[in-house]
């Protein structure tokens, strides 16, 4: 048993794409037309890190209700935690990338971690040792 995919809620389809493919580093690992529940045309599109099995199915907002979960899904908490081989070389590169740091990095038990908001504003723990 596996989680496979996780919903994240954007508003745009192609920005959410090349922030987490071109900036994250991510692969595009579909992108393919679909149908929503009534019929309208939308996009199947699903986002994971390099050798990762469960990915992110990148939705676009339909509707009022979900353009207000843009960026609050996990009503401000961090909901998302992103563990990289190599901390201080990432941390350098997404703050080159202009991703925005809300908590800087710190040591803890568990190792490094810094808090950075994606592309939707929705808060993630980047996390790693040195």
Same mark, same amino acid.
């Given at each position: 048993?596996?989680?496979?995919?996780?919903?994240?809620?954007? #508003?745009?389809?192609?920005?959410?794409?090349?922030?987490?493919?071109?900036?994250?580093?991510?692969?595009?690992?579909?992108?393919?037309?679909?149908?929503?529940?009534? &019929?309208?045309?939308k996009r199947w599109v699903v986002v994971r890190p390099p050798g990762a099995q469960? &990915?992110?199915?990148?939705?676009?907002?339909?509707?009022?209700?979900?353009?207000?979960?843009?960026?609050?899904?996990?009503?401000? @908490?961090?909901?998302?935690?992103? @563990?990289?081989?190599?901390?201080?070389?990432?941390h350098r590169r997404l703050v080159d990338a202009g991703v925005e740091f809300v908590r800087p990095p710190r040591t803890e038990p568990?190792?490094?971690? #810094?808090?950075?908001?994606?592309? #939707?504003?929705?808060?993630?723990?980047?996390? &790693?040792?040195?």
């Open positions: 048993m596996q989680i496979d995919l996780v919903t994240l809620v954007v #508003a745009e389809y192609d920005p959410a794409v090349a922030f987490f493919t071109e900036v994250l580093g991510f692969e595009l690992v579909e992108d393919s037309p679909s149908l929503t529940n009534d &019929g309208r045309p469960t &990915g992110l199915l990148l939705a676009r907002a339909d509707g009022e209700r979900q353009e207000a979960a843009i960026g609050d899904q996990t009503a401000g @908490r961090v909901g998302f935690f992103l @563990r990289v081989d190599d901390f201080e070389a990432t568990y190792g490094r971690v #810094a808090v950075f908001r994606d592309i #939707a504003g929705n808060p993630w723990d980047l996390l &790693g040792t040195g």
